[in-house]
């Protein structure tokens, strides 16, 4: 159905771009740097595995890591998307609720349990790599 004039079809236009530019701007903002969130300093973490998401945009890794106090401290381990993992080895099923693993990664800035893994490391002797 054509605008009624031409004045309205370019304020409907120029509504739609800005709309259009307020998404982007939010997903851009949504998505975040590494060096914004996580340390340079790898450290490794020797845990059971709880959960294990495999969902974009990262998959995360629920681990249990043995703490001084004989609690076990949880952890959430970001990995990378489905489909990068799937070039390195990775499946849906790689890991599983009760394997024992070590993860070297990278710890979150806030000091959170929160880390950005990059090696996952099975009791068996494989090793997932994320990059």
């Known amino acids: 159905m054509p605008y ?27 998505h975040h740097s590494f060096a914004a969130e996580y340390g340079s300093k790898p450290i490794t973490l020797h ?7 495999w969902m974009n945009p990262h998959t995360r890794i629920y681990l249990d890591v043995p703490a001084a106090n004989g609690e076990p401290a949880k952890w959430e381990c970001e990995g990378n998307a489905p489909g990068g993992l799937l070039s390195h080895g990775w499946r849906r099923d790689s890991l599983r609720p009760g394997d024992h693993v070590t993860i070297e990664c990278f710890p979150a800035k806030d000091h ?10 099975l009791e068996d002797g494989g ?5």
């Open 4 to 30: 009624p004039n031409a004045e309205t079809a370019a304020h409907r236009d120029n509504e739609v771009q800005v709309n259009l530019l307020i998404s982007l701007a939010a997903l851009m903002l949504a």
């Open 47 to 53: 845990g059971t595995v709880v959960r294990f998401v």
């Open 112 to 121: 959170s349990n929160v880390c950005k893994a990059r090696v996952v490391n």
């Open 127 to 131: 090793r997932l790599v994320m990059d």
